[in-house]
């Protein structure tokens, strides 16, 4: 899908917001939700999506919501870094999938990044351990 389109409220992580799809929370209030992402690029690697958004991208996010989300974004970063102790973190999003995007709505990818370590790629097909990531997302939350 390139960045123009109609939006699917059936995307998963629509499903996720409506209860109707499981994950592993880290962060939530009544602006965004943090959760694990299931294939991780690196270990603690967090989702962060916005509360109710009915587009595709941060791009066609109303001005007005942007604000409050990037500050959960940032608050969700640091925890990480303070749970996680990474070297470096890469914060960031894709739009349409040209640009990387893979589920379209708007997230922003938390990757930490460790000293030596590689990073798996966007989208493959290493599905995380749910009890791991449990642990983790319970690291993450305590540090906010």
Same mark, same amino acid.
């Given at each position: 899908?390139?960045? *123009?389109?109609?939006?699917?409220?059936?995307?998963?992580?629509?499903?996720?917001?409506?209860?109707?799809?499981?994950?592993?929370?880290?962060?939530?209030?009544?602006?965004? @939700?943090?959760?694990?992402? @299931?294939?991780?690029?690196?270990? +603690?690697?967090?989702?962060?999506?916005p509360?109710?958004?009915?587009?595709?991208?941060?791009?066609?996010?109303?001005?007005?919501?942007? +604000?409050?989300?990037?500050?959960?974004?940032?608050?969700?970063?640091?925890?990480? %870094?303070?749970?996680?102790? =990474?070297? +470096?973190?890469?914060?960031?999003?894709?739009? &349409?999938a040209? &640009?990387?995007? %893979?589920?379209?709505?708007? *997230?922003?990818?938390?990757? =930490?990044?460790?000293? +030596?370590? &590689?990073?798996?790629? *966007?989208s *493959?097909?290493?599905?995380?351990?749910?009890?791991? @990531?449990?642990?983790?997302?319970?690291?993450?939350?305590?540090?906010?």
């Amino acid at each position: 899908m390139s960045l *123009h389109g109609a939006y699917d409220d059936n995307n998963i992580f629509a499903k996720i917001l409506r209860g109707e799809a499981a994950s592993v929370k880290a962060f939530e209030d009544d602006v965004a @939700l943090a959760f694990m992402d @299931l294939f991780p690029q690196s270990r +603690g690697h967090t989702l962060v999506i916005p509360k109710g958004q009915k587009v595709k991208n941060f791009l066609e996010m109303e001005e007005t919501a942007i +604000g409050a989300y990037l500050q959960r974004v940032q608050r969700v970063a640091k925890a990480v %870094t303070r749970a996680l102790k =990474p070297d +470096g973190v890469v914060v960031a999003h894709y739009n &349409g999938a040209p &640009g990387g995007q %893979t589920i379209f709505y708007p *997230h922003f990818h938390i990757i =930490p990044r460790y000293e +030596g370590v &590689g990073l798996a790629g *966007h989208s *493959h097909q290493k599905r995380a351990d749910i009890a791991e @990531l449990e642990r983790i997302a319970q690291s993450i939350a305590a540090a906010l």
